[in-house]
């Protein structure tokens, strides 16, 4: 008797790809002609703030154009293009809006590396969970439309909103906000301060040894992974006094008088709307929330807006040295 062949490749009812994943914005972060080692360090460090909604194993080649990008892009669905060069003055970003622009262009004046932020805090941060989610972005210091109001900012505010997923509270749920990037314009200088932190919540008005057995924070040990109370009498030692140091009224501290106690106030705690990720997060207790920064850190100064791609380029909407063009007396030179 003959073998039957399988002829079908795929089950009915299969269930369709998510809506809102496949309309995310989409990026490819690259580097642009001969750059050091710290701008690719940094062209690594903007893949995992993008994060996931990015090509974070992208492999860059020396014979690689920028061209080659803009071709392969569409094809794969990217809506942005973000590419860093060395120029001779500075490093140099640019935001592409694919596929027919606007392109904007920036001069990093400043920059710190992932790694420099994380070896310089108090709380470094391992990097984990919290990059399976986009980041919420938070556009701070910006002027209202106005007269005064510089006529390029709403255009630079849309194209960094564009970057990230558009939020819907209604959709959104509590456990994915993990990372935010803040975006402030310096009205002094002129200049965008790019920061990326991630979301820590924490026990409300209780000291460090509290917090320590509230969060179940362990240590490695031969019996496995336990709390060390190996070198206290009493376990209110542990949990009401400083190891090794006497604490206030007789040697014991309060969840006031602790130097180490998390936000005691008020305006930094919450009640939890819905269930949040870590232990006995959950809803309506009340937490202390923080930001901890974990970079990069970059000090961006807008020196050009154009219309198209890189090679396409059209009319100039916005010039460091100029004055913005009319479109219309553009088209017309």
Request: hydrophobic share 35%.
């Amino acid at each position: 008797m003959a073998r039957r062949r399988k002829t079908r490749t795929h089950l009915k009812g299969e269930p369709a790809k998510d809506a809102s994943d496949s309309s995310a914005p989409k990026s490819f972060i690259i580097k642009h002609g001969q750059v050091g080692s710290s701008v690719s360090q940094l062209v690594r460090d903007m893949r995992k703030v993008m994060e996931p909604n990015t090509a974070s194993r992208l492999k860059e080649r020396n014979r690689n154009k920028l061209k080659d990008y803009l071709t392969l892009a569409p094809a794969l669905h990217v809506t942005h293009l973000l590419a860093f060069t060395l120029t001779d003055i500075a490093p140099s970003f640019r935001i592409v809006r694919l596929s027919n622009g606007p392109t904007l262009s920036f001069r990093v004046e400043r920059y710190s590396l992932m790694k420099d932020i994380l070896n310089t805090s108090r709380r470094a941060r391992s990097i984990g969970m919290e990059y399976l989610t986009p980041p919420l972005l938070v556009l701070a210091s910006f002027p209202p439309p106005g007269p005064n109001a510089p006529p390029h900012l709403p255009l630079v505010m849309k194209a960094f909103q564009s970057l990230f997923p558009s939020l819907s509270p209604q959709n959104l749920t509590l456990s994915s906000a993990r990372r935010i990037v803040l975006v402030a314009y310096n009205s002094e200088l002129g200049t965008l301060d790019f920061r990326h932190y991630i979301i820590t919540i924490k026990p409300y008005g209780v000291s460090k040894r509290v917090r320590r057995v509230l969060e179940g924070v362990t240590v490695k040990s031969s019996t496995g992974s336990v709390l060390d109370l190996g070198n206290e009498k009493d376990v209110a030692d542990f949990v009401l006094r400083e190891r090794g140091e006497p604490g206030p009224d007789g040697g014991y501290e309060s969840a006031a008088s602790s130097a180490e106690s998390v936000a005691g106030d008020d305006g930094d705690a919450v009640n939890l709307a819905d269930d949040y990720v870590g232990r006995n997060n959950k809803k309506g207790q009340r937490r202390a929330v923080r930001l901890d920064e974990v970079g990069p850190r970059l000090e961006l100064r807008l020196v050009k807006i154009t219309e198209g791609v890189p090679g396409k380029e059209g009319g100039v909407l916005y010039h460091e040295f100029g004055t913005i063009i009319s479109l219309s007396v553009f088209h017309n030179l």
